[in-house]
């Protein structure tokens, strides 16, 4: 076994005469034992979606790694179509990479366009071990949802009031929501929300409430998968619940 280090070979035969062949051209090589640096990428998850524009244009990395000594430093690219958008190196004194886990944000473009990356990411080690180059595909999704306020459109006779708000998103919605105030006020009257399930890119959200005279009204929007978030809306309704009701109390008839 050699140790690690530079090494020189160099050969030359010998016959059973005795008689020596000229001496080969030394070769040097370096024997490098240590385990190679391994890294992984945790999130984003593969082939998963995530949204750079709620993270504050950034693109948050985690992983873990494994060494026998430590990670140096771990450079990373970001590729669209096989086009850089940009690169980052995480450095082991000033990003963490110490105890086997790291987390970073990596600052990307405001106008970043949806669609699938890779992200390629490389590991050294202090013996200057690099590990295997490794790709990691994933989705972004920075487009918000579209919503519409189907009911209420006018203002309502009686107590009881339908809510229903329909969305629409290319990816996947993860929840509606339409919530009722009082007009004037801060805190949420009449909370109401439908979870959409297995990222369905087009739902609806119903409700019905009983709400007493007054003036209200109903702040909606939708979620998608990515967490964005829609344009948020007020839509406000006046609810006379108090109609006026009729008792037949003699009936003729000629």
Request: aromatic share 8%; net charge negative.
């Amino acid at each position: 076994n050699l140790a690690n280090g530079t090494h020189t070979v160099a050969v030359q035969a010998v016959a059973a005469s005795g008689l020596e062949s000229a001496r080969s051209t030394d070769r040097t090589f370096t024997v490098d034992a240590n385990q190679l640096p391994q890294a992984t990428i945790t999130a984003p998850a593969e082939n998963g979606t995530v949204s750079t524009r709620v993270n504050g244009n950034k693109l948050n990395v985690k992983g873990t790694f494994t060494d026998d000594k430590a990670v140096n430093y771990l450079q990373l690219e970001l590729v669209k179509d096989g086009n850089r958008v940009t690169d980052y190196t995480m450095n082991h004194d000033n990003d963490g990479l110490q105890d086997g886990n790291f987390e970073v944000n990596i600052p990307v473009a405001a106008n970043l366009a949806d669609g699938q990356y890779n992200l390629i990411y490389t590991a050294t080690d202090f013996e200057n071990g690099i590990g295997p180059r490794t790709d990691h595909f994933f989705n972004i999704d920075n487009t918000k949802p579209t919503v519409t306020l189907v009911k209420p459109s006018v203002d309502i006779q009686g107590k009881n009031v339908q809510i229903e708000v329909s969305a629409e998103d290319a990816v996947g919605l993860s929840r509606i929501t339409a919530n009722i105030y009082k007009d004037g006020e801060t805190t949420v009257y009449k909370p109401t929300s439908t979870a959409v399930q297995n990222g369905e890119t087009a739902a609806t959200h119903t409700a019905s409430v009983e709400l007493e005279s007054g003036r209200y009204f109903v702040r909606y929007n939708a979620q998608d998968t990515a967490k964005n978030t829609s344009t948020t809306t007020d839509y406000y309704f006046t609810v006379d619940a108090d109609i006026p009701s009729a008792k037949v109390t003699k009936h003729t008839v000629n």
